[in-house]
């Protein structure tokens, strides 16, 4: 409406004041700043970056003014169209009793201005006085129709965000109803089968069992204890309260290098990108499960390498054993297995590869970043 109205002001108002006479010196100056200054003032009594009234007012009540100003050399000029821009411009933006009271002054330097010279001059201000009320009604109803559409638009998107909100809260009750399900299974197995294995091991001890035998009880009872360990993760990460990601993986390194008793070499190239948590949590256990099977299947004398590789568009990540025997391999899978992580990379829109490299075995995972930080955007 700005620009419109500028347009309006300095075209149509001021054309009509040419078309009345021949304008010079004095009279033209005057003129030409009138229009000048009513262009200003609609533009800041309507621009969008200006809330502030009291600067909003005074700037529609000096663009009614102008109006007035142009009509008085002329009482049938064109100035009175300034006059109702400023009348509609204030029943637009300002508070209903502010915009009434503003506008009083502005029909009556309209009035005024028209009468002064008019053959009935009572018939002139009644005219003007009913236009201008109008005018202002008519504004008016469209201001208040434009706050009502404001107002169901807000209440639409917080409808959206309050059932957003509670599908929130459903989805997270559930998951810890499961979690504690989860919880109480795994915590008694888990326990028992730690307990059963340490028993286990003490009478291997002490009946001068085979050290072969002795060594398989003591990893086996190892594996239930990281077993706990890591279902306790999941539990958590099923309750939203903590879910592993890229950050935990030099602990995850650490932790299986000690457990499996194989050297680890853990190497991160190029500078990392954000990803969604669901995606790192893919990748988490993606090298954990390739740890495990390495734990499973290597044997003694392997060598493991974690490589992160990030690229503007991809993160790769490996997980290459060497060197193993494929003997005396004690721990147990966490069950997740090739099809799982194939799966979860899927669901990101990455892909698993796996299979032999020379004397050993290599995982490869590769997750889109682009792909992930579009998801997480949408």
């Not at 169209?81 to 502005?106: E, K």
Request: aromatic fraction near 4%.
């Amino acid at each position: 409406m700005v620009p419109v109205g500028v347009v309006i002001i300095l075209i149509g108002v001021g054309a009509g004041a040419l078309a009345e006479g021949p304008l010079a010196g004095v009279v033209l100056a005057i003129t030409v700043g009138l229009l000048v200054l009513a262009a200003a003032c609609w533009a800041v009594g309507l621009s969008g970056r200006i809330r502030d009234l009291r600067v909003v007012v005074p700037a529609l009540i000096v663009l009614g003014l102008c109006g007035a100003a142009l009509d008085w050399p002329q009482s049938d000029g064109p100035g009175f169209l300034a006059g109702y821009m400023a009348l509609a411009g204030l029943a637009l933006r300002v508070p209903r009793i502010t915009a009434l009271l503003a506008g009083v002054p502005i029909v009556a330097a309209i009035a005024i201005s028209d009468a002064h010279e008019a053959e009935n001059p009572a018939g002139t201000v009644l005219s003007v006085a009913l236009g201008c009320g109008f005018l202002f009604v008519t504004s008016a109803l469209v201001a208040v129709s434009q706050d009502a559409h404001q107002r169901a638009e807000a209440m639409l998107a917080q409808e959206a965000a309050i059932r957003e909100a509670r599908e929130q809260t459903a989805a997270l009750a559930e998951r810890s109803r499961l979690a504690r399900e989860l919880h109480d299974v795994l915590a008694h197995c888990l326990s028992s089968l730690s307990l059963q294995l340490e028993g286990a091991r003490l009478r291997a001890s002490q009946t001068g069992a085979d050290a072969m035998l002795f060594d398989q009880i003591s990893s086996a009872r190892q594996a239930a204890c990281d077993g706990m360990v890591s279902a306790q993760r999941a539990v958590q990460a099923l309750r939203g309260d903590d879910i592993p990601g890229l950050a935990r993986l030099p602990r995850l390194v650490t932790d299986s290098a000690l457990s499996m008793r194989i050297p680890i070499d853990f190497r991160v190239d190029g500078e990392p990108w954000p990803l969604r948590p669901e995606a790192e949590l893919a990748a988490y256990r993606t090298v954990q499960e390739a740890l495990t099977n390495v734990a499973k299947h290597a044997g003694r004398g392997a060598r493991v390498r974690v490589g992160l590789s990030w690229a503007p568009d991809c993160l790769d990540i490996s997980v290459a054993d060497s060197g193993g025997d494929g003997a005396d391999a004690g721990l147990v899978s966490t069950g997740l297995g090739l099809t799982s992580m194939a799966e979860r990379a899927a669901l990101h829109g990455g892909q698993l590869t796996a299979g032999p490299a020379g004397d050993g075995f290599t995982v490869r995972l590769r997750l889109p970043i682009g792909g992930t930080a579009r998801v997480a955007g949408s």
